[in-house]
């Protein structure tokens, strides 16, 4: 679910979103990556976007590698949902904050 605010020429894309469990199968988690991109490709250039969730990830303290996206917040150690959301973020040139 996402809602489009605009105000004073700027434009905010907001999407909550909850993403699969730790438990889950792989291919439920890849499904929820994949349309979640595909939601944010749909959003103009210029617009800014804010993703609510609960990833189930966990990132990690170690930005190696992901200094762009990672916002330097994290704690403890990565796990795979860590690296699929900093993959995600990678593509769609989001930073992780606020873990």
């Known amino acids: 679910m996402s809602i489009k605010i605009t105000g004073g020429g700027d434009v905010l894309r ?3 979103a909850y993403a ?3 438990g889950c199968n792989d291919d439920v988690k890849e499904d929820f ?4 991109e595909a939601l944010t490709q749909e959003f103009e250039e210029n617009e800014s976007i804010i993703i609510g969730d609960e990833f189930s990830g966990h990132i990690g303290s170690c930005r190696d590698g992901y200094e762009r996206w990672h916002g330097g917040r994290g704690y403890g150690f ?4 860590g690296k699929m959301l900093l993959s ?3 593509a769609a ?3 992780v904050v606020n873990t």
Do not use: S
């Open 88 to 90: 995600y973020a990678e």
């Open 20 to 22: 699969p469990q730790c």
């Open 33 to 36: 990556y994949r349309d979640l």
């Open 93 to 95: 040139d989001l930073a």
């Open 78 to 81: 990565r796990n795979e949902e």
């Open 14 to 16: 907001v999407v909550c």
